[in-house]
């Protein structure tokens, strides 16, 4: 919303979730090579490409975003705003992390490779995918809505996330958290609620 490019601390926001699950899968001692690793690795990278694709598609929609709780209309790069191209960015972000999880080949779980469950059918990874980056995306409306803040700075013409410039609030969020916060925060409750799920 303010024009900020992309750094390292996205890039750790985005990713570190996702390192410590692909640690966890071969240092992880009796938790080590499990499934469920496995479909959470892929539910937050998949989570993680839906939404930055929600965000990039969802900017050029010619409809007006809605907030995701309460559906009221917002302007672009409102924290919490939703479109139809931006969800639809979601599902292919994460059909695109699925079609490289079919590609690649699946690395042999504990017990070997037919232990892999559901996670041996392309299909199934694919499928997967395509709902994680859905629902993570959505989950990331959410947490941004209500727990990061969004205002209209009148002087810079557009959305801003930073309450010290005294703008106008859009949508009653705290300042509690900031982008990065969101999506770790995010990705990493799919991934745990996928790893739970899956005990």
Known sequence: ADGKGRDEWQVLANGAAGAA????????????????????YLAHYAVVAGDT??????????????????????????????????????????????????????????????????????AARLCAAGAFGVAGSMLDSVIGQLLEYSGWDNAA????NDPAKGAAPLTGGVALLTNNHVNFVSSAAVAAAVLWAAR
């Open 21 to 40: 699950l692909a640690a966890a899968w071969a240092w992880g001692g009796q938790y080590r090579r499990r499934p469920g690793l496995l479909l959470a």
């Open 53 to 122: 694709w929600a965000s990039e598609l969802g900017i050029l929609s010619t409809a007006r975003p809605r907030l995701v709780l309460g559906c009221r209309e917002v302007p672009h790069g409102t924290n919490g705003g939703v479109t139809l191209l931006g969800t639809a960015g979601s599902l292919l972000g994460g059909l695109v992390v699925g079609a490289a999880a079919c590609i690649a080949p699946l690395p042999a779980c504990e017990g070997g490779a037919s232990r892999c469950g559901a996670l041996e059918s392309a």
């Open 157 to 160: 013409g557009r959305v801003t």
